[in-house]
């Protein structure tokens, strides 16, 4: 007669010690990057008197750029 064991937990390993999973953080981490630096070049190119009517202040850019981006 055959006995089945269904004791034992399947194990579930990453591929390449976890490669990919870097791969994908680090793929997002530059993808955010570049949403900061778009926002900042966009915001960056408009005048002071755009900057105002829309809230911001010049020196303000960077941080609304982070904020914006999250």
Same mark, same amino acid.
């Given at each position: 007669m055959a006995v089945i064991d269904h004791t034992r937990s399947a194990v579930v390993t990453q591929p390449?010690?976890?490669f990919a999973e /870097?791969?994908?953080s680090t793929y997002a981490r530059v993808q955010a990057w570049n949403d =900061?630096? =778009? /926002?900042?070049k966009s915001l960056s190119? *408009?005048?002071d008197h755009e *900057?105002?009517?829309i809230g911001i202040e010049r020196c303000d850019i960077? @941080? @609304?750029? !982070? !904020?914006m981006s999250r």
């Open positions: 390449f010690g976890g /870097t791969i994908r =900061v630096r =778009v /926002t900042r190119a *408009l005048s *900057l105002a009517d960077d @941080v @609304v750029a !982070k !904020k």
